[in-house]
């Protein structure tokens, strides 16, 4: 068999639906064999979208998401998307070419060392050098992509090695179960949450896993212990709940932080690094109780006492059928804290001010998205906003990234989204900064068919680091910049441009867009000139009335 009809057949054995990329010529082996495959190809306009849309495959599914490029400067457009993946903990595999290895006439031409660029972006990066290894190697990158903690790996098919004949079997993955907690230390947890006086549950990333999710659901109903998410664990149980105590999305001087320094003990569930530290520890302060697939990374503001490694979701499932509910919990300061969050997430849902507020804007979305509806948020002030005010129904609705938090990815995510989920609402949400940097994907959303609502935050600036740099005390410069007329601009695409005059348009609005098929661009302007008095003060001097 040819090795390039070797690698699709190794691809296809693992269930690869979609491969998202733009082929160079040292992939065209390879891209013929895709053509005779059950996969589709789905052709971008910049690898950097292509592999963004992999590992949002990957996110959502929890199978690699897979992405293809050339070799040079198609695999250096990588870059971006493969830290994004291994940061955020997403499964994807990126395939690359690469010149013939055996005999080459070209000198250098094109040639960058991808291996190793990947080493450092990635948890396992391979050039393909013998064709009998093919099967091996795909197996190999999709059980690293897939095991816990989830990531980016790369494998470098070079011209030559695609073209050769081989015989070696399929691989098949091995029956296996993850490890679980050992018994020991689910009692000495159940113990120490028994005898606390005022639990805390956090909610962080690697807790977004279906089962976790259940797991979670039944542990919470059991015990009654209020809980918190971070931003990545936004969703993962119902933030609708009467126990929900808000979102870390502030690093300090919220509500939320409130009861965090009251508590003295938090459960921390899928706790991760690449997120900003939703609390800090300190020696005279609450306990914690560790709960991941891995045991804790030791830093000066973490450091657990107990920790309960292993599966998650068995962990918590052993919890639940153990801790019950005690007399000695005392829970009526976090009730306190709950009605005041709940009172200020209130406010402004229905300003009337143009241009827009955060916060009406943010209320507005949240009207129109149906429980399992997913917003794709780029990376910019609303981030905040979204992450604090958006109550997440159900899990994998927000896909938002806290971990490398690059701009550019709202677009391609929310098209790899409407992919997996045909028959869910599917929205980007983007700075007017973040939507350019990958704006050429309304060409592929319509070449696709896809039905998309892109909502562009309109404020002629890098909102968000002009917040920082006033709250910093500098002077106002260097952020600003003008756009393209965004309804033109979406036009000339073929897409449906629609531009917000007046606060309320937005509502009906994005109502008829979520009607209607194709591909609907909304540009809205947004007023973020109250974002550093409410954000940075108001929520700070209320919180501390409590
Ligand atoms: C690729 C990338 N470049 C730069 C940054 C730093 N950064 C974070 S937010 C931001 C501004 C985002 O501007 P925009 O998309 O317009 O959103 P806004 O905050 O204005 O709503 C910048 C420059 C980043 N996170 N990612
Ligand atoms: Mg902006």
């Given at each position: 068999m040819k090795a390039s009809d070797q690698f699709v057949n190794a691809l296809e054995h693992e269930g690869v639906k979609y491969i998202f990329g733009i082929p160079g010529e040292e992939n065209l082996d390879l891209l013929d064999s895709l053509r005779k495959s059950t996969i589709r190809v789905i052709i971008t306009r910049h690898e950097q979208a292509a592999g963004f849309m992999a590992a949002t495959y990957g996110r959502l599914t929890g199978k690699p998401g897979v992405c293809l490029s050339t070799l040079g400067p198609g695999a250096t457009n990588l870059v971006t998307p493969a830290a994004f993946g291994q940061l955020g903990g997403m499964p994807m595999v990126m395939i690359t070419g690469q010149k013939p290895?055996?005999?080459?006439?070209?000198?250098?031409?094109?040639?960058?060392?991808i291996v190793d660029m990947m080493r450092p972006l990635t948890k396992f990066t391979h050039q393909i050098v013998s064709s009998d290894n093919i099967a091996s190697r795909v197996r190999e990158a999709f059980r690293q992509a897939t095991e816990e903690r989830p990531g980016a790996v790369h494998l470098e098919l070079p011209e030559d090695i695609a073209r050769e004949q081989t015989n070696a079997p399929i691989r098949e993955a091995s029956r296996v179960r993850r490890p679980i907690a050992e018994q020991k230390s689910i009692r000495m947890a159940t113990e120490m949450i028994q005898q606390s006086r005022h639990p805390l549950l956090l909610i962080g990333?690697?807790?977004?896993?279906k089962t976790t999710c259940r797991m979670l659901r039944l542990f919470i109903d059991r015990t009654g212990i209020p809980f918190f998410s971070t931003q990545m664990g936004k969703g993962v149980v119902d933030e609708r709940d009467p126990l929900y105590l808000g979102n870390a999305a502030l690093s300090d001087g919220d509500f939320l932080h409130r009861a965090i320094d009251y508590a003295d003990l938090i459960i921390n569930v899928g706790h991760d690094v690449v997120e900003k530290p939703p609390f800090l520890m300190a020696e005279d302060r609450q306990h914690v109780i560790h709960i991941n697939f891995t045991s804790a990374e030791v830093d000066p503001v973490y450091f657990p006492q107990v920790e309960v490694v292993g599966d998650i979701a068995n962990s918590i499932w052993q919890l639940a059928e153990n801790v019950g509910r005690q007399s000695n919990w005392d829970f009526g300061f976090f009730d306190q804290v709950r009605h005041c969050l709940e009172e200020q997430l209130a406010e402004g849902k229905d300003d009337p001010r143009f241009p827009i507020l955060p916060q009406r804007l943010v209320a507005d979305v949240r009207r129109v998205m149906p429980p399992d509806g997913i917003i794709a948020l780029d990376n910019g002030l609303y981030k905040i906003w979204f992450a604090r005010n958006y109550r997440a129904y159900q899990t994998n609705t927000v896909l938002l990234d806290?971990?490398?938090?690059?701009?550019?990815a709202g677009l391609p995510s929310a098209i790899a989204a409407r992919l997996v989920y045909p028959e869910k609402r599917v929205m980007a949400v983007c700075g007017d900064g973040g939507f350019m940097m990958n704006s050429q994907e309304l060409e592929t959303a319509l070449r696709l068919n896809t039905n998309l609502v892109v909502l562009i935050l309109h404020d002629d600036a890098y909102g968000m680091i002009k917040w920082k740099q006033s709250h910093m005390g500098f002077e106002d410069f260097g952020l600003d910049f003008g756009n393209p007329d965004f309804v033109k601009y979406a036009e000339s695409y073929g897409a449906c441009g629609h531009r917000i005059?007046?606060?309320?348009q937005l509502l009906p609005c994005l109502e008829n867009c979520h009607r209607r098929t194709g591909v609907h661009v909304i540009d809205v302007p947004v007023d973020y000139s109250e974002s550093d008095r409410v954000l940075n003060h108001e929520i700070r001097q209320k919180s501390q009335l409590l």
């Open positions: 290895i055996k005999s080459s006439k070209q000198g250098h031409f094109q040639i960058v060392n990333s690697a807790a977004n896993r806290n971990a490398l938090a690059s701009m550019g005059e007046k606060a309320e």
